[in-house]
């Protein structure tokens, strides 16, 4: 099974909502059997607390659940167990970095800027401080990079049941 995690600061606002929507999709693409989907953040201040009610409106207005998310913090595990890890903002990326050895590097992934990278913009913003126009531009900006991750995973599935063909 291929499996992706999807990191932001908190995963109350950004990552929990890149977890619904690439969920979706992978749903929609008949790979839910194939592809594991999670969040985390690099932080422990939400631990077991719901997706902002902004982020989880605003998911829902475009046909997204993230109702049973629950935040978590990132453990040593998780580079352990990810196939992907993807920050939302270089931030992130960079306590990602920190909390490992470089022999998960090729793992780590800045999520605009490696899967939608004709958007120019390497960080998903965070719109926990400002208003529901933030929100909205994060799950436009998720559901476009991804689209660009679903098309990379689909091809490392096809290439890996090809090897064994």
Do not use: W
């Not at 995690?5 to 690439?22: D, Q, Y």
């Not at 008949?30 to 985390?40: E, H, I, M, T, Y």
């Not at 913003?125 to 476009?144: I, Q």
């Amino acid at each position: 099974m291929y499996s992706v995690l999807f990191v932001c600061l908190g995963n109350i606002c950004r990552s929990p909502t890149a977890e619904g929507v690439f969920k979706s999709l992978v749903t929609d693409a008949g790979l839910s059997n194939q592809v594991f989907v999670d969040s985390a953040g690099t932080s422990a201040h939400h631990v077991n607390e719901a997706p902002d009610p902004r982020s989880q409106q605003e998911a829902k207005r475009h046909g997204y659940d993230l109702s049973r998310i629950r935040s978590r913090k990132v453990t040593p595990n998780d580079y352990e167990k990810f196939d992907l890890i993807i920050a939302m903002d270089e931030s992130n990326l960079n306590n990602l970095k920190s909390f490992k050895s470089n022999a998960y590097d090729s793992k780590l992934k800045l999520f605009l800027k490696d899967f939608a990278p004709l958007l120019n913009i390497h960080d998903v913003p965070d719109p926990y401080y400002g208003g529901a126009k933030g929100f909205t531009k994060v799950v436009e900006l998720v559901e476009h990079a991804s689209e660009g991750l679903l098309e990379l995973i689909k091809a490392e599935i096809k290439s890996k049941s090809q090897k064994y063909i």
